[in-house]
């Protein structure tokens, strides 16, 4: 069975393989439906990872959020057609301590090992779980809320019980995403945003309050943070976060930076703070998040509000225009799979 995959072998230069794929009794055939640019992928394509990254994971598939249905399932129980979701996180191994995101054994789509920018993915059967209530434009924000999810779970094993006022720093996609499942997971806290713009603080409607950055109130003070900013803007983010935080807050850092950020330890040593490290998520993190967005339209509502542009892709300078639109989209670029 011949499959293409769309693969960066240069910043800004996708090119076609084609490669024969052999049908077993172990995988499941999923074509994907829906894909959604992360700015992991725009790393990659604008080659802003580094010279030495870059040449060590390329040539690479990227994208890996992303929804599809089933082209054929050799054990049976998914009947063809059926919606589902595939996770980017393969492990190889289990522990009953550690997650499987965070075993250095597994491997990640779109980091190493082709993402899902193909005719169709060859996957395990473990690493896609089915939904039925959700429409797939929608469901393929799942990748993103389930890393919402895996930083949330984190959050409530270590931080302690005091969680009238949560605070979250960021505006975008991941921000947006993670103060929404605060919401619904502590409905009597204060969720209050922090942001840069206020016209995106303003899809933020279910949030409590908001502010922007360099407008905070003096005595404002929160009893844990979750940092959902990244890059550049990290550094500030978390060195504001440490400056409005209560003593023995947790602070659940979600943002990817590509350099080291300098914080004042002095104050996370006075103050007694908690770092919580958090990246991608699990299978547990996904069947929450399918949970989430099936249990209220109102959640799907606001997810559709994120979703800046779909664009219909039939062949490569479809891709390319997603790619180069995203990088002046608000919130998530979406692409509707036809190739």
Known sequence: ?????????????????????????????VRPKYLSICAADQ?????????????????????????????????????KGTNVVMIPNTPHEYDDIIKENYLRSSSFR?????????????????RIIPFYNSEPRVAVLLELISVAMNAIEHFDKYSHLKKQTLGIWGCGNLG??????????????????????????????FADEVYLIDNIPEDLQVDHAFECVGGRGSEKAINQIIDYINPEGSIALLGVSENNVAI??????????????????????????????????DIRNYLRTIISEEIIVRDLKDIYRAFDNDLNNDFKTIMKWEI
């Open 110 to 126: 779109a980091s190493g090992i082709d993402g899902f920018m193909q005719s169709f993915v060859k996957i395990r059967k473990d």
């Open 43 to 79: 790393r990659y394509y604008t080659g802003s990872r580094g010279e030495e990254v870059m040449k060590k994971k390329l040539p690479m598939a990227l994208i890996h959020e992303s929804v599809g249905e089933v082209l054929y399932d050799p054990t049976g129980e998914y009947k």
């Open 176 to 205: 947006f995403v993670t103060s929404l499942v605060l919401k619904h997971t502590f409905p009597n806290a204060k969720i209050i945003v922090f942001g840069t713009t206020e016209q995106k603080l303003n899809y933020f409607s």
């Open 264 to 297: 004042n330890t002095r104050m996370v040593l006075e103050k007694g703070l908690t770092l919580l490290g958090n990246s991608r998520s699990g299978y547990e993190d996904f069947k929450r998040s399918i949970d989430f967005i099936e249990s209220s339209s």
């Open 1 to 29: 069975m011949i499959n293409q995959s769309y693969r960066l072998v240069a910043p800004k230069q996708i090119r076609i393989d084609f490669i024969d794929e052999t049908i077993d009794s172990k995988n499941i055939i």
